[in-house]
C-alpha cells in the first residue's frame, strides 16, 4: 500500500500505513499458540470459535493506542468485516464494545467518523490484496469502485472510472509490485493435538509465496 498512488498525499499517511500493516496484531497470540477442533482440523481465522474471535480485536486496537488515528481505523475494520454477524446473538456485544472503541480513539485523534471511513478504504484495500494472495480465493472481491482478482501469483486490481476525476484508474501507476509471504509447509492432514499440531509446525520447512500485485487488466 506505500506504492498505492492515491495515498501518496493523505493527511493522515503514517497513521494509515501503521493500521494496513498492524490491522490484525491481536491474532498474535492464536498465531503462537495455533489450535485444532475436535476433528483435528487447524483453526483459521473464518472457523475458530466466535468469543476467540471477538476477543482479537479489543487487544490489536489497544496495542495502537499510541497511534489513535490507526487504532480507530483497526476498530472501524472489525466492524466492517463482521457487519454480516449483527443479526447474531452471539455477537450482540460485540459492535457496541468496537463502536465505542473506535469512537473514543476518533476523539483522541483529533478528527471525525467521515474523515475516518474515507481513509478505512486504505486499509480495507490492502487488507482484500493480502487475503486474495494469501488465500488464493478464485472469486473476485469488490470493494467500493475496486475489484480485486487473483490471476496465477499476482493480484490485479481494477478500478471504475470516476466521473470528472483525475485519479487514475491504475493505483499503482503503472508499476509491478512485487509481494513475498513466509509459510511453513505442512501435510494438509488432521492433527492429534494442539501440541502435536505445535510441535510439527516448529519443525516445519520455511517456504516463501512470491507474487507481486498491480493495477489494470
Known amino acids: ?22 490491522h490484525d496484531n491481536g491474532w498474535r497470540e492464536l498465531d503462537d499458540a495455533p489450535s485444532a477442533d475436535s476433528a483435528g482440523r487447524v483453526y483459521d481465522f473464518v472457523h475458530i470459535p466466535a468469543p476467540t474471535r471477538q476477543a482479537v480485536w479489543p487487544r490489536g486496537v489497544a496495542r ?67 487475503l486474495m494472495f494469501c488465500t488464493g480465493w478464485s472469486q473476485e472481491q469488490p470493494f467500493d469502485r475496486w475489484t480485486i482478482h487473483l490471476d496465477g501469483d499476482r493480484v490485479r486490481v481494477t478500478s471504475a472510472a470516476v466521473p470528472g476525476s483525475a485519479e487514475s484508474a491504475d493505483p499503482f501507476e503503472g508499476r509491478e509490485i512485487p509481494i513475498a509471504v513466509a509459510a511453513r509447509l505442512i501435510p494438509d492432514a488432521p492433527v492429534a493435538s494442539d501440541a502435536v499440531l505445535r510441535e510439527t509446525l516448529r519443525l516445519a520447512p520455511l517456504v516463501w509465496l512470491h507474487g ?6
Do not use: C, K
Open 64 to 130: 495502537l493506542a499510541d497511534d489513535p488515528w490507526a487504532a480507530a481505523l483497526v476498530a472501524h475494520h472489525a466492524i466492517t468485516v463482521y457487519e454480516r454477524y449483527r443479526p447474531d446473538e452471539q455477537w450482540a456485544g460485540f459492535f457496541p464494545q468496537l463502536q465505542h472503541l473506535r469512537d473514543l480513539q476518533v476523539d483522541a485523534a483529533g478528527g471525525t467518523l467521515e474523515q475516518l471511513v474515507s481513509d478505512y478504504a486504505y486499509v480495507r484495500l490492502g487488507d482484500l490484496i493480502s
Open 1 to 22: 500500500m506505500e506504492h498505492w498512488g492515491p495515498l501518496h498525499d493523505a493527511d493522515r499517511r503514517a497513521s494509515v500505513l501503521h493500521a494496513v500493516g498492524e
Open 212 to 217: 507481486a500485485v498491480s493495477g489494470g487488466l
